[in-house]
């Protein structure tokens, strides 16, 4: 009687952990060779010190998130709007590209204005690596390609005088590490 006892109470505890919505705790429970194994994987926690630069840190990764959470969405409608196009453009002729390209940025300026006079230079820059990373193709090489050589030229320089470089490009293995595991993160709906 004891027995059974003990086995409800851990079945009791083994259920209740399992329905934890702690997005950070996985809990998975198996029956093997007649006795119940309960895993727990944990996904990735980041722990900041309580020092000064500890604080430094935490205030420049909480700053990268916030870039991340603002423009990583108007970087995958590039990709999806480019994707269009490069659909769209080889049907036209040159003359019906070039309307189309002048239509579609209109729409976009329509768009993203608002938003892109909010933003900061600092998401800015941050929009330009994931535009790269989305696309395949840095902002200066899509402007190049889409508008042609001059425009290219004209858009870098005026980003130049404000701090910006329209030639960045996305390294997820260097630089750019924790923005691709910000990335992961809110595609996961954790950030």
Known sequence: MKNIAVILISLI??????????????????????????RVSL??????????????LKRKYD???????VTYPIAKHAQSKLR???????????EEQRKYVKEVEKELKVQYTPILKKMSMYQGVILLKLID?????????????MRGGFSAFF???????????????????GDDKI??????LYEAGLI
């Open 13 to 38: 505890h083994f259920v209740s952990y399992g329905q934890n919505v702690d997005p950070y705790v996985h809990y998975d429970t198996t029956m093997e060779a007649g006795e119940v194994i309960q």
């Open 179 to 184: 923005i691709e595991e910000l990335i992961k």
């Open 63 to 69: 700053r990268l998130t916030n870039a991340v959470r």
């Open 155 to 173: 858009w870098q320089g005026v980003a130049r005088v404000f701090g910006a470089n329209l030639k960045l490009e996305y390294d997820e293995k």
């Open 84 to 94: 269009e196009m490069n659909r769209v453009l080889p049907s036209l002729s040159k």
């Open 133 to 145: 990373r989305e696309t395949g193709s840095s902002s200066y090489g899509l402007v190049k390609e």
């Open 43 to 56: 996904s990735t926690v980041f722990v900041f010190t309580n020092d000064r630069k500890g604080r430094v």
